[in-house]
């Protein structure tokens, strides 16, 4: 059974940094990508970046570019998200989640998700 569960959120001023973590098991991910979305209040969900697995190829929204980085650690089965010169508009929930095609967009269909962790920007 694949679970993902994220860590790291919490309140941040704005220009503030926060690292979120999601640690990977239950089977091997070696062919996976990885992804990090977001989800404010009353919004649909939004991709924030992802990463391949094994070729740590990346791909960001364009909004975060610069200032967010996604990386994986393949001895952990864990996926980092460091967020950098946050802002009030980056408050929101955001899921870890992995697709098994092992493409790294948004437009690929994810098939595990975690369980969220909020991130909250204060100005």
């Known amino acids: 059974q694949v679970q993902l569960v994220e860590s790291g959120g919490g309140l941040v001023q704005a220009g503030g940094s926060l690292r979120l973590s999601c640690a990977a098991s239950g089977r091997a991910f070696s062919n996976y990508a990885m992804g990090w979305f977001q989800q404010a209040p009353e919004k649909e969900r939004e991709f924030v970046a992802a990463i391949t697995w094994t070729g740590g190829y990346t791909h960001y929204r364009d909004s975060v570019k610069g200032r967010f980085t996604i990386s994986r650690d393949t001895a952990k089965n864990t996926v980092y998200l460091q967020m950098n010169s946050l802002k009030p508009e980056d408050t929101a929930v955001y899921y870890c989640?992995?697709?098994?095609?092992?493409?790294?967009?948004?437009?690929?269909?994810?098939?595990?998700w975690g369980q969220g962790t909020q991130v909250t920007v204060s100005s």
């Open positions: 989640a992995a697709n098994q095609y092992g493409i790294a967009a948004p437009t690929i269909k994810y098939d595990y």
